[in-house]
């Protein structure tokens, strides 16, 4: 079978796979490690305490901004589950 043949996820398919990992992240007090590419500007890596989604949005504690921040699902391009975990800082309603 030919590379051109191969069937890759839509959009819709990869973001509901990235939202239900950082679910079953969240609900582990899991860290999160994401691959932002934002609309605007240049694309940047950051690791998350997740605590919610709420339309399109992931709801997160940023260790770069030492602060909470929004970061939208379709902006997310990967997302992986570290080994570190976090002591929630708000309820974590995922």
Do not use: K
């Amino acid at each position: 079978m030919s590379p051109d043949m191969l069937a890759t996820p839509s959009e819709g398919a990869l973001v509901h796979d990235i939202e239900q990992t950082i679910r079953d992240a969240g609900r582990q007090r899991r860290r999160v490690l994401v691959q932002v590419r934002p609309r605007v500007g240049d694309g940047y890596e950051r690791e998350l305490e997740p605590y919610c989604i709420e339309s399109g949005e992931l709801y997160a504690f940023s260790y770069v901004r030492n602060e909470f921040r929004t970061v939208h699902l379709d902006e997310i391009q990967s997302v992986e589950i570290t080994p570190r975990t976090f002591e929630p800082r708000r309820p974590v309603d995922l």
